[in-house]
């Protein structure tokens, strides 16, 4: 099972981001990811066994007792990639907190032999995939596109997701949480 490990956005967040994408893709066409699909993630882990589930979990219990809530919001948005086949996606205020948590779990993973996408982290929340922000074709001038509101919330916990078809459709299934420290 393909497996990762990331961060579930508050519900107000999460209905912002859901309302910059309704509006990005009258501006900018592309296949844009539905809103339940909405997450920060901290580790790829690719093609995992069941065997591996138990290790992981510890991992994310081992890195996440040491964290305080943290608290994030939406910034603006950018693209990975080529403007005309660009992912689109919206930075997140607040990511520098994400550094720390960041250096524990890949310190974890290492230390337990487990393998992830080495890319550094670069905190952002995908919208959407193969999208064109050429305003004219063969011209170098990119759509602008506005800020969304600046929505935010707490997040309290690091979630393993199973990455996964359900019905034909990808699906992030939360498969094991584990809690930050409470203040
Ligand atoms: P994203 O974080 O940019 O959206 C499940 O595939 C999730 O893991 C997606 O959200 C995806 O991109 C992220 N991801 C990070 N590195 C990946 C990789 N090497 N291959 C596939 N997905 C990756």
């Known amino acids: 099972m393909r497996l990762f490990i990331g961060l579930e956005l508050p519900a107000q967040m999460r209905l912002a981001a859901q309302e910059a994408s309704l509006l990005y893709r009258r501006l900018a066409p592309g296949r844009y990811v539905e809103a339940e699909l909405f997450h920060i993630t901290m580790a790829f882990l690719g093609e995992r066994g069941e065997e591996d589930l ?11 007792e ?13 693209y990975f990639s ?57 011209s170098a001038e990119e759509i602008s ?5 600046p929505a935010g919330g707490a997040i309290a916990r690091l979630t393993l997701f199973h990455s996964t078809r359900v019905q034909e459709n990808l699906r992030y299934l939360p498969i094991f949480r584990a809690d930050f420290a409470r203040p």
């Open 66 to 78: 040491k964290q305080p809530v943290l608290s994030l919001s939406l910034s603006h948005p950018g």
């Open 82 to 138: 080529k403007p005309e086949n660009a992912i689109l996606f919206l930075s997140v205020h607040g990511e520098e907190s994400l550094y720390p948590l960041d250096n524990r779990l890949r310190a974890a993973l290492r230390q337990a032999g487990q393998s992830f996408d080495i890319k550094p982290l670069r905190p952002h929340i995908t919208l959407a995939r193969k999208v064109n922000l050429r305003a004219r074709q063969a």
């Open 145 to 149: 596109l506005p800020d969304p509101r």
């Open 54 to 64: 138990p290790a992981l979990q510890e991992i994310l219990l081992r890195c996440a």
